[in-house]
């Protein structure tokens, strides 16, 4: 993550806003784990000074894959305060501005950095590193009766298809700033980290739902429509690199139940305590609550109606 970063503004900000005892608090908002006292090998209380003090720290932010999340707390901290005190940051404008020539955008409603959408798109939104754990939301998507289709259709006409739903499905997730984790042949895997992400999981479940109505209306030339499960649920998450390791999350796991138990074709469906933190506005346009066969988790759900006559076109 050191790379396009000039970590001397952030350093030389640290310097001359903060006392040793006060960085390390900002640090541990940002990695609850870190001690900078720790970090050198000193015992507790040892003096360190506030230029060796602040060089470790954003050493250590960078290293452990922080350095951006701890640009945000520090922005936080000067917008609002903490603990009733006001801090203000010498030369944090400049720090902002070194992230921001690195490739970053910044959204102001969130207060977070990501990476330039116009420049690259990457897996991780250009932060993320092995092991690092966030709250996300998951939403798993899968083509109903997909062997039916590959088999009563031309390969070329499949493949001209499916690369037309994944643009679909890319677009919806993209545009609310999450990543595509996973594409098979059937199916897909999106993952939302930034902003209200799980509303935007669920706008982004929606358009998919809606589009694809439309492209069956008049673009489908199948021989039968496409129809899509979809379902998003939202909780902790490790990113990793490995496909293996992610699917194994309980979070993945209870979007991939609610996908292939509780929604129905052309549906989509939310875990009830992802409903539960929604607005109300938002929670009409689903059904009331059902419980997932076989379980005691519950759902609700969102449809729109794709039937169409045999020939492929109403």
Not at 103 to 121: H, L, M, R
Not at 298 to 309: A, D, G, M, P, W
Request: overall charge neutral; proline content about 2%; aromatic content about 10%.
């Amino acid at each position: 993550m050191s790379s396009g970063f000039s970590t001397r503004f952030c350093r030389k900000c640290l310097a001359l806003s903060l006392p040793v005892e006060v960085m390390n608090r900002f640090a541990k908002m940002t990695n609850p784990g870190y001690d900078i006292q720790k970090s050198f090998g000193f015992s507790k209380g040892h003096p360190i000074g506030v230029h060796e003090a602040s060089d470790r720290i954003v050493a250590d932010m960078v290293a452990d894959g922080y350095y951006i999340d701890f640009v945000e707390t520090l922005m936080k901290v000067e917008e609002k305060g903490y603990m009733g005190h006001k801090y203000n940051f010498r030369g944090l404008d400049d720090v902002v501005g070194d992230v921001l020539q690195a490739g970053f955008s910044y959204d102001k409603a969130t207060g977070q950095f990501f990476e330039d959408q116009k420049k690259q798109i990457t897996r991780n939104w250009g932060r993320l590193i092995e092991g690092d754990e966030r709250q996300m939301a998951v939403l798993r998507l899968d083509v109903v009766g997909n062997t039916a289709l590959v088999k009563s259709n031309p390969k070329a006409l499949i493949d001209k298809t499916y690369a037309e739903l994944r643009k679909i499905v890319t677009n919806a997730v993209v545009s609310r700033l999450g990543r595509l984790w996973t594409w098979e042949g059937d199916g897909a895997m999106g993952v939302f980290m930034l902003g209200d992400y799980s509303r935007m999981a669920i706008f982004a479940g929606m358009e998919i739902i809606n589009e694809m109505f439309m492209y069956n209306k008049m673009d489908n030339q199948l021989n039968s429509a496409i129809k899509l499960r979809v379902a998003v649920n939202s909780g902790h998450l490790t990113y990793s690199e490995s496909e293996i390791q992610y699917t194994k999350a309980d979070t993945v796991k209870k979007a991939v139940t609610l996908e292939a138990k509780a929604a129905v074709p052309n549906s989509l469906v939310i875990s009830e305590s992802l409903a539960m933190s929604q607005d109300q506005s938002l929670l009409n346009i689903f059904a009331d609550s059902k419980i997932v066969p076989g379980s005691t988790e519950k759902y609700r759900i969102y449809q729109v109606n794709l039937e169409r006559s045999s020939s492929g076109k109403d």
